[in-house]
């Protein structure tokens, strides 16, 4: 991609009612503009984060045995009648109202819309246990949207719904998506840690949130330091060791500000162990059993004839909200480090005179071949000075740059850049290239 023929608009200044980090450096790297409070449209740099972001979120339910579907954004107010949620939600739902005078919403959540299809379709035990998920956008009228995408208003959601006979199998469908949210997190570049949670508007009895730790997060947090350093537990994990993996974290004490009991934390918690600080929701599970099929009829016959009512749980992760915690745990002075895994492009090349057509010659040909080789580049051949080139790469953070300049084209080498550490060498380009796709 040719910078000279992209779009990014970039900000000397983020704006001053960007309060955090996250917002301020997305708004200056040209990745979203607001449209409405809590609304924004994603430009083109933002647009490729948020579609990496979603792929490895996809990928990791697909490899848990999620099965994708598409739901609309606009749903029935009728079908939220049935569950008893459309006046128990509040001021939060946007309702709508077509030409035909039917009442509409705009979908915060679909645990009501899932459970309508899968009575529609699903009548014995034999096709369970299922796990439908999607990744749409939601709307929540959120009384103070704020934080640019980490508290919006219309956001993008993967919500994935499991379908069990009894308990005990909605219980293990539950450990699948907490390993599931753990191997998400850490292909993200984060340190997710799961908390005890309140369960809220959604209900059950069983609840975790997912929390990034970052000074600028919205609840306070408390939990045992072990866990923030606990590796991925991988995946095709067998049932004893999902409970493995599921006791492990559990044991040790971890909750949010609703759930915390000081007096527990201390005395499960060696002091030096005891952590307390801010986090950022990254995703939330809930198992509520029949809270959802018992209204809504979501039965299956059973082994013995019998309908029973299916056993549920949702599974949420803030997909566009992940933008901004990324940017909170990853970022300098000069601008963001995104992780090599959600990173916009792989590799930025910055020619440093565009006017010299051998500088040129040499750039395109790294292009060409770094592409060849499946990377993303990003080719910043305008003919802005080299100080503006170099602050506009570090600012945007793409995680290599590859300079070239017209005294080093003569002594037959480039510079590469590493722009989380910030170490540079001086090689020629088909060594940069080998390290490059190493
Ligand atoms: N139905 C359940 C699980 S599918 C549910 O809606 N859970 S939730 O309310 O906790 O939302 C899931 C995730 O969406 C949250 O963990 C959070 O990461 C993200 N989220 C919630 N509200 C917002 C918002 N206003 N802006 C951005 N992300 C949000």
Same mark, same amino acid.
């Given at each position: 991609m040719r910078l000279s023929r992209y779009f990014l608009p970039t900000l000397k200044e983020a704006p001053s009612?960007?309060?955090i980090v996250s917002h301020q450096l997305m708004l200056r790297a040209g990745m979203i503009k607001q449209e409405a409070a809590g609304i924004y449209a994603w430009l083109p740099l933002g647009l490729r984060v948020l579609r990496k972001i979603e792929n490895i979120v996809r990928e990791e339910q697909v490899k848990a045995g999620a099965v994708e579907l598409l739901m609309p954004t606009l749903q029935l107010a009728d079908l939220w009648r049935e569950s008893g949620r459309y006046d128990a939600y509040g001021p939060e739902m946007l309702r709508i109202t077509d030409r035909h005078e039917r009442e509409l919403l705009y979908g915060p959540t679909n645990e009501e819309m899932v459970t309508d299809i899968f009575r529609g379709f699903v009548k014995s035990?034999? %096709? +369970?246990?299922l796990n439908l998920f999607h990744i749409q956008w939601k709307f929540r009228d959120e009384r103070r949207p704020r934080f640019g995408v980490m508290r919006g208003r219309e956001f993008l959601m993967k919500d994935a719904y499991s379908f069990d006979l009894d308990e005990a199998s909605a219980r293990i469908a539950y450990k699948r998506m907490f390993a599931a949210y753990l191997n998400t997190f850490a292909r993200l570049g984060l340190k997710a840690v799961p908390m005890r949670a309140d369960t809220g508007p959604?209900?059950?009895d069983l609840s975790h949130e997912f929390i990034v730790l970052a000074e600028t997060g919205e609840s306070e947090v408390f939990c045992d330091r072990k866990l923030v350093e606990m590796a991925a537990p991988g995946h095709d994990l067998s049932v004893e060791q999902l409970e493995g993996v599921f006791n492990e974290r559990t044991a040790l004490y971890a909750a949010t500000e609703e759930m915390h009991d000081a007096g527990r934390f201390e005395a499960e918690t060696a002091e030096g162990d005891r952590l307390s600080a801010r986090g950022i929701e990254v995703g939330h599970i809930f198992y509520f059993g029949t809270k959802y099929s018992a209204p809504m009829k979501a039965k299956v016959a059973g082994p013995d004839g019998q309908d029973t009512e299916v056993h549920m749980g949702s599974y949420g992760v803030g997909v566009s909200r992940l933008m901004g915690a990324i940017i909170e745990a990853s970022h300098d002075a000069g601008g963001i480090i995104w992780?090599?895994?959600?990173?916009?492009?792989?590799v930025v090349v910055i020619n +440093?005179?565009? %006017?010299?057509e051998a500088v040129s010659a040499a750039c395109e040909e790294a292009v060409a071949k770094l592409e060849a080789l499946g990377k993303d580049v990003l080719y910043d *051949?305008? *003919?802005?000075?080299p100080g503006g080139k170099f602050a506009t790469a570090d600012l945007i953070g793409v995680p290599w740059q590859l300079t070239i300049g017209p005294k080093g084209l003569a002594d037959g080498v480039v510079e590469l850049k590493r722009r989380a550490t910030g170490e540079k060498q001086t090689l020629s380009l088909d060594a940069a290239l080998e390290l490059l796709t190493k």
């Open positions: 009612d960007a309060q035990y034999k %096709s +369970l246990p959604i209900g059950g992780p090599d895994s959600v990173a916009p492009f792989d +440093l005179r565009a %006017s010299d *051949d305008t *003919d802005e000075r």
